[in-house]
C-alpha cells in the first residue's frame, strides 16, 4: 500500500508560480511512474505530467514550457513546478503513482490551485 500526500496548492496571480509537492510513504519499493492529474470546476480528471523511476517526464500538451515535473526517489517526493500560471490552470492537483507491474495506481487527496487576480 502506498499513501500520497500533496502540499503547496494555494491562490496564485495569474503569471506566477507555484510549485506543488508529493510525499509518497508505504510500499516505496512498489512505485513506478508517477505523476499529477488535475480536475477543474466542471471538468474531468486529465494528465498533466507523469516521470519514471528513471526521470523521463511526458507532459500534456496545454502545460508544455510552464510546468516541470521532478522526482528525487531518495526522499520520495514528486514535485511540480508551474510557471506563467493562467486562470485556466485552477484546478484540485491530485498526486498518483503506478505500480511496478501497473496495478494497481494509488492517489492523494488533491490540493486545490486557484489562479486569479
Known amino acids: 500500500q502506498v499513501q500520497l500526500v500533496e502540499s503547496g496548492g494555494g491562490l496564485v496571480q495569474p503569471g506566477g508560480s507555484l510549485r506543488l509537492s508529493c510525499a509518497a510513504s508505504?510500499?516505496?519499493?512498489?512505485?513506478?511512474?508517477m505523476g499529477w492529474y488535475r480536475q477543474a470546476p466542471g471538468g474531468q480528471r486529465e494528465l498533466v505530467a507523469t516521470i519514471t523511476s528513471s526521470s523521463v517526464t511526458n507532459y500534456a500538451y496545454s502545460t508544455k514550457g510552464r510546468f516541470t515535473i521532478s522526482r528525487d526517489n531518495a526522499k520520495n517526493m514528486v514535485y511540480l513546478q508551474m510557471t506563467s500560471l493562467v486562470p485556466e490552470d485552477t484546478a484540485v492537483y491530485y498526486c498518483?503513482?503506478?505500480?511496478?507491474?501497473?496495478?494497481?495506481?494509488?492517489w492523494g487527496q488533491g490540493t486545490q490551485v486557484t489562479v486569479s487576480s
Open positions: 498518483y503513482a503506478l505500480h511496478k507491474l501497473a496495478w494497481p495506481s494509488y
Open positions: 508505504g510500499s516505496i519499493s512498489s512505485i513506478g511512474v
